[in-house]
Protein backbone atom coordinates (compact mmCIF):
# COMPACT_ATOMS: atom_id res chain seq x y z
CA UNK A 1 0.00 0.00 0.00
CA UNK A 2 2.70 1.83 0.70
CA UNK A 3 6.11 2.24 -0.49
CA UNK A 4 9.29 4.38 -1.21
CA UNK A 5 7.33 6.93 -3.83
CA UNK A 6 6.06 9.58 -1.58
CA UNK A 7 9.03 9.75 1.42
CA UNK A 8 6.22 8.19 3.80
CA UNK A 9 7.52 7.10 7.46
CA UNK A 10 6.55 3.34 6.89
CA UNK A 11 5.78 1.00 4.76
CA UNK A 12 2.58 -0.57 4.75
CA UNK A 13 1.87 -4.04 3.09
CA UNK A 14 -2.13 -5.02 2.92
CA UNK A 15 -3.25 -8.19 4.47
CA UNK A 16 -5.93 -10.64 2.87
CA UNK A 17 -8.12 -10.12 6.60
CA UNK A 18 -8.60 -6.49 5.90
CA UNK A 19 -5.89 -5.33 7.86
CA UNK A 20 -2.02 -4.01 7.26
CA UNK A 21 0.88 -4.33 8.48
CA UNK A 22 2.99 -1.51 9.37
CA UNK A 23 7.07 -2.13 9.10
CA UNK A 24 9.35 0.61 9.90
CA UNK A 25 13.37 0.63 11.18
CA UNK A 26 15.04 3.99 12.86
CA UNK A 27 18.34 3.97 14.64
CA UNK A 28 20.15 7.10 15.66
CA UNK A 29 23.54 8.18 17.22
CA UNK A 30 23.47 9.04 20.61
CA UNK A 31 22.01 12.39 21.29
CA UNK A 32 21.94 12.55 25.23
CA UNK A 33 25.05 11.31 27.74
CA UNK A 34 22.72 9.64 30.07
CA UNK A 35 22.86 6.19 28.38
CA UNK A 36 18.99 5.62 29.42
CA UNK A 37 18.01 8.08 28.75
CA UNK A 38 19.13 7.68 24.91
CA UNK A 39 17.41 4.37 24.53
CA UNK A 40 14.75 5.15 25.52
CA UNK A 41 14.47 8.37 23.09
CA UNK A 42 15.97 6.92 20.37
CA UNK A 43 13.09 3.63 21.23
CA UNK A 44 10.26 6.39 21.54
CA UNK A 45 11.31 7.73 17.79
CA UNK A 46 11.08 4.46 16.34
CA UNK A 47 7.93 3.87 17.25
CA UNK A 48 6.83 7.08 16.52
CA UNK A 49 6.61 5.77 12.97
CA UNK A 50 4.05 3.68 13.36
CA UNK A 51 1.76 6.15 15.02
CA UNK A 52 2.31 8.42 11.89
CA UNK A 53 1.01 5.77 10.24
CA UNK A 54 -2.01 5.52 11.94
CA UNK A 55 -0.92 2.35 13.35
CA UNK A 56 -0.83 0.53 16.72
CA UNK A 57 2.68 -1.14 17.54
CA UNK A 58 2.71 -4.80 17.63
CA UNK A 59 6.72 -5.98 18.58
CA UNK A 60 9.75 -4.98 18.33
CA UNK A 61 13.53 -5.98 17.25
CA UNK A 62 16.66 -4.38 18.85
CA UNK A 63 19.34 -2.90 16.53
CA UNK A 64 22.60 -2.18 18.49
CA UNK A 65 26.17 -0.80 17.20
CA UNK A 66 28.44 -0.94 19.70
CA UNK A 67 32.06 -0.31 20.75
CA UNK A 68 32.20 -3.41 23.39
CA UNK A 69 36.13 -2.89 23.38
CA UNK A 70 36.16 0.53 24.49
CA UNK A 71 32.73 1.13 26.53
CA UNK A 72 31.74 -1.02 29.54
CA UNK A 73 29.06 -3.73 28.61
CA UNK A 74 26.95 -1.91 31.18
CA UNK A 75 26.41 1.45 29.63
CA UNK A 76 24.71 -1.12 26.65
CA UNK A 77 22.78 -2.45 29.33
CA UNK A 78 20.78 0.89 30.04
CA UNK A 79 20.57 2.01 26.16
CA UNK A 80 18.36 -1.20 26.70
CA UNK A 81 16.85 -0.82 29.49
CA UNK A 82 15.96 2.35 27.52
CA UNK A 83 14.73 0.76 24.73
CA UNK A 84 12.50 -1.81 26.89
CA UNK A 85 10.95 0.88 29.30
CA UNK A 86 9.67 3.17 25.64
CA UNK A 87 8.44 -0.15 24.79
CA UNK A 88 6.40 -1.26 27.99
CA UNK A 89 4.55 2.13 27.55
CA UNK A 90 3.60 1.30 24.21
CA UNK A 91 2.16 -2.11 25.50
CA UNK A 92 4.62 -4.13 23.26
CA UNK A 93 7.70 -6.40 24.12
CA UNK A 94 11.19 -6.31 22.28
CA UNK A 95 11.40 -9.78 21.29
CA UNK A 96 14.85 -10.12 19.68
CA UNK A 97 17.30 -8.00 17.82
CA UNK A 98 20.72 -7.91 16.50
CA UNK A 99 24.38 -6.62 17.44
CA UNK A 100 27.39 -5.60 15.60
CA UNK A 101 30.54 -4.24 17.18
CA UNK A 102 31.36 -0.31 15.95
CA UNK A 103 33.23 2.30 17.08
CA UNK A 104 30.34 4.84 17.59
CA UNK A 105 26.97 3.43 19.60
CA UNK A 106 24.02 3.20 18.14
CA UNK A 107 20.58 2.07 18.52
CA UNK A 108 17.29 2.00 17.44
CA UNK A 109 13.53 -0.21 16.63
CA UNK A 110 12.45 -2.36 13.71
CA UNK A 111 8.76 -2.16 14.31
CA UNK A 112 6.36 -3.79 13.46
CA UNK A 113 2.70 -2.37 13.63
CA UNK A 114 -1.21 -3.09 12.25
CA UNK A 115 -4.16 -1.30 11.39
CA UNK A 116 -7.13 -1.46 9.73
CA UNK A 117 -6.22 -1.29 6.07
CA UNK A 118 -8.68 1.62 5.38
CA UNK A 119 -7.53 3.53 8.37
CA UNK A 120 -3.72 3.61 7.22
CA UNK A 121 -2.87 7.33 7.47
CA UNK A 122 -0.25 8.52 4.84
CA UNK A 123 1.37 11.81 4.35
CA UNK A 124 -0.04 12.56 1.10
CA UNK A 125 -3.69 12.92 1.59
CA UNK A 126 -4.14 16.15 2.69
CA UNK A 127 -7.00 18.48 1.45
CA UNK A 128 -7.21 22.40 0.60
CA UNK A 129 -8.78 23.81 4.30
CA UNK A 130 -7.32 20.99 6.83
CA UNK A 131 -6.46 22.39 9.36
CA UNK A 132 -2.10 21.68 10.57
CA UNK A 133 -1.29 20.60 14.01
CA UNK A 134 1.76 19.97 15.70
CA UNK A 135 2.00 18.08 19.13
CA UNK A 136 6.04 18.47 20.16
CA UNK A 137 7.45 21.91 20.73
CA UNK A 138 10.49 22.37 18.52
CA UNK A 139 14.74 22.62 18.86
CA UNK A 140 15.89 19.16 20.42
CA UNK A 141 18.72 19.45 17.27
CA UNK A 142 19.66 22.78 18.99
CA UNK A 143 19.34 22.01 22.46
CA UNK A 144 21.28 18.83 22.16
CA UNK A 145 24.09 20.17 20.45
CA UNK A 146 23.91 23.16 22.91
CA UNK A 147 23.96 20.54 25.62
CA UNK A 148 26.71 18.74 23.99
CA UNK A 149 28.71 22.17 24.22
CA UNK A 150 27.93 22.51 27.51
CA UNK A 151 25.85 25.58 26.78
CA UNK A 152 22.36 24.86 28.55
CA UNK A 153 20.55 25.35 31.82
CA UNK A 154 19.87 22.20 33.73
CA UNK A 155 16.10 22.66 33.67
CA UNK A 156 15.89 23.40 29.38
CA UNK A 157 18.57 19.94 29.35
CA UNK A 158 15.37 18.36 31.43
CA UNK A 159 12.99 19.42 29.06
CA UNK A 160 13.68 18.28 25.86
CA UNK A 161 15.20 15.49 27.23
CA UNK A 162 11.15 15.36 28.29
CA UNK A 163 10.05 15.78 24.64
CA UNK A 164 12.60 13.48 23.02
CA UNK A 165 11.14 10.46 25.74
CA UNK A 166 7.27 11.08 25.15
CA UNK A 167 5.81 8.67 23.07
CA UNK A 168 3.48 10.02 20.13
CA UNK A 169 0.75 7.37 21.59
CA UNK A 170 -1.57 9.54 23.16
CA UNK A 171 -1.12 12.14 19.90
CA UNK A 172 -2.47 9.04 17.59
CA UNK A 173 -5.07 7.44 19.66
CA UNK A 174 -6.83 11.20 20.09
CA UNK A 175 -6.88 10.93 16.31
CA UNK A 176 -9.37 8.23 16.56
CA UNK A 177 -12.66 8.72 13.97
CA UNK A 178 -11.70 12.41 13.17
CA UNK A 179 -11.06 12.92 9.94
CA UNK A 180 -7.64 13.26 9.55
CA UNK A 181 -6.17 13.48 5.67
CA UNK A 182 -2.54 13.71 6.38
CA UNK A 183 -0.23 12.43 9.00
CA UNK A 184 4.05 12.06 9.46
CA UNK A 185 5.87 13.05 12.08
CA UNK A 186 9.01 15.84 12.62
CA UNK A 187 12.39 13.90 12.41
CA UNK A 188 15.53 14.65 10.55
CA UNK A 189 13.87 17.11 7.66
CA UNK A 190 13.04 19.31 10.43
CA UNK A 191 9.32 21.16 10.64
CA UNK A 192 9.20 22.28 6.91
CA UNK A 193 11.12 19.48 5.20
CA UNK A 194 8.58 16.71 6.27
CA UNK A 195 5.95 19.48 5.64
CA UNK A 196 7.07 19.63 2.26
CA UNK A 197 6.90 16.10 1.70
CA UNK A 198 3.49 16.06 2.95
CA UNK A 199 2.37 18.88 0.58
CA UNK A 200 4.65 17.37 -2.05
CA UNK A 201 2.48 14.25 -1.95
CA UNK A 202 -0.55 15.81 -1.39
CA UNK A 203 0.19 18.32 -4.32
CA UNK A 204 -1.07 21.42 -2.07
CA UNK A 205 0.61 23.93 -0.53
CA UNK A 206 0.65 25.41 3.07
CA UNK A 207 0.30 28.52 5.44
CA UNK A 208 2.17 28.67 8.70
CA UNK A 209 1.51 31.25 11.11
CA UNK A 210 4.72 31.63 12.84
CA UNK A 211 3.00 32.94 16.81
CA UNK A 212 1.45 29.63 16.77
CA UNK A 213 4.33 27.33 16.17
CA UNK A 214 5.84 26.25 19.29
CA UNK A 215 9.76 26.29 20.36
CA UNK A 216 11.15 24.90 23.00
CA UNK A 217 13.16 26.90 25.41
CA UNK A 218 16.33 29.05 24.81
CA UNK A 219 15.88 27.80 20.73
CA UNK A 220 15.98 31.08 19.65
CA UNK A 221 18.44 32.63 21.73
CA UNK A 222 20.74 29.77 20.98
CA UNK A 223 20.31 29.92 17.08
CA UNK A 224 21.14 33.50 17.10
CA UNK A 225 24.21 32.50 18.51
CA UNK A 226 24.84 30.18 15.76
CA UNK A 227 24.66 26.88 17.71
CA UNK A 228 22.53 24.88 16.03
CA UNK A 229 23.32 21.36 14.16
CA UNK A 230 24.79 21.07 10.25
CA UNK A 231 21.86 18.98 9.81
CA UNK A 232 19.44 22.27 10.40
CA UNK A 233 21.66 24.11 7.44
CA UNK A 234 21.16 21.25 5.41
CA UNK A 235 17.55 21.27 5.42
CA UNK A 236 17.40 24.90 5.25
CA UNK A 237 19.29 24.50 2.05
CA UNK A 238 16.80 21.58 1.13
CA UNK A 239 13.28 23.53 1.67
CA UNK A 240 14.34 27.49 0.75
CA UNK A 241 13.67 27.01 -2.20
CA UNK A 242 10.20 25.95 -1.29
CA UNK A 243 9.25 28.61 1.97
CA UNK A 244 8.38 32.20 1.85
CA UNK A 245 9.13 34.30 4.44
CA UNK A 246 7.55 37.16 5.52
CA UNK A 247 10.03 39.74 5.71
CA UNK A 248 9.92 40.45 9.18
CA UNK A 249 10.70 36.75 9.98
CA UNK A 250 14.23 36.97 11.85
CA UNK A 251 17.37 34.59 10.80
CA UNK A 252 16.92 32.66 14.74
CA UNK A 253 13.08 31.41 13.26
CA UNK A 254 14.22 30.33 9.98
CA UNK A 255 16.77 28.01 11.19
CA UNK A 256 14.43 26.70 14.07
CA UNK A 257 11.92 25.53 11.72
CA UNK A 258 14.49 23.77 9.80
CA UNK A 259 15.83 22.01 12.51
CA UNK A 260 16.49 18.41 12.48
CA UNK A 261 13.96 16.76 15.68
CA UNK A 262 14.94 13.63 17.44
CA UNK A 263 11.73 11.60 18.26
CA UNK A 264 9.54 14.66 17.44
CA UNK A 265 6.05 15.65 17.83
CA UNK A 266 3.21 14.14 15.14
CA UNK A 267 1.99 17.09 12.32
CA UNK A 268 -1.54 16.71 11.85
CA UNK A 269 -3.82 17.57 8.29
CA UNK A 270 -7.37 17.41 9.93
CA UNK A 271 -10.52 18.61 8.25
CA UNK A 272 -11.42 21.84 9.59
CA UNK A 273 -14.42 20.90 11.16
CA UNK A 274 -12.73 18.66 13.85
CA UNK A 275 -10.12 20.86 14.36
CA UNK A 276 -11.61 22.10 17.59
CA UNK A 277 -12.57 18.60 18.49
CA UNK A 278 -8.50 17.37 18.05
CA UNK A 279 -7.42 20.37 20.02
CA UNK A 280 -9.18 19.23 22.47
CA UNK A 281 -8.71 15.89 22.50
CA UNK A 282 -5.09 16.87 22.09
CA UNK A 283 -5.29 19.07 25.62
CA UNK A 284 -7.01 16.82 27.07
CA UNK A 285 -4.38 13.71 26.39
CA UNK A 286 -2.06 16.07 27.94
CA UNK A 287 0.30 16.30 25.06
CA UNK A 288 3.54 18.58 24.94
CA UNK A 289 1.56 20.72 22.48
CA UNK A 290 -1.72 20.76 20.71
CA UNK A 291 -0.63 23.58 18.43
CA UNK A 292 -2.82 24.66 15.35
CA UNK A 293 0.29 25.85 13.49
CA UNK A 294 -1.56 26.93 10.01
CA UNK A 295 -3.78 24.93 7.28
CA UNK A 296 -3.67 23.44 3.76
CA UNK A 297 -4.34 25.59 1.07
CA UNK A 298 -4.04 25.63 -2.66
CA UNK A 299 -0.99 25.56 -4.38
CA UNK A 300 -0.10 23.79 -8.05
CA UNK A 301 3.33 22.71 -6.21
CA UNK A 302 4.23 22.26 -2.91
CA UNK A 303 4.72 25.73 -1.29
CA UNK A 304 4.91 27.54 2.39
CA UNK A 305 4.20 30.29 3.15
CA UNK A 306 5.28 31.41 6.63
CA UNK A 307 2.89 34.87 8.36
CA UNK A 308 4.72 36.76 10.96
CA UNK A 309 1.30 37.58 13.02
CA UNK A 310 -0.86 34.70 14.12
CA UNK A 311 -4.43 33.35 12.80
CO1 LIG B 1 8.66 9.54 10.31
CO1 LIG C 1 11.86 7.28 10.58
CO1 LIG D 1 21.59 -11.77 13.69
Request: aromatic residues 4%; proline residues 5%.
Amino acid sequence: MVGTSTADDAAAYRLENGQAIIQTVDFITPIVDDPFEFGRSAAANSLSDVYAMGGRPLFALNIVCFPTKQVPLEVLGEILRGGVDAAREAGIEIVGGHSVEDTEPKYGLIVTGIAPADAVITNAGAQVGDALFLTKPLGSGILTTAMKKGRMSDTTASEVIRVMRTLNRSAAEALAGLRVHALTDITGFGLLGHLLEMMHGSRTAARLHLPSVPLLPEVLELAEAKVYPGGASRNRNRTEPHVQWSASIAEAHRVALNDPQTSGGLLIAVAAEDADELARRLEQAGTLAAARIGEVIDGDQATIVIEAGSV
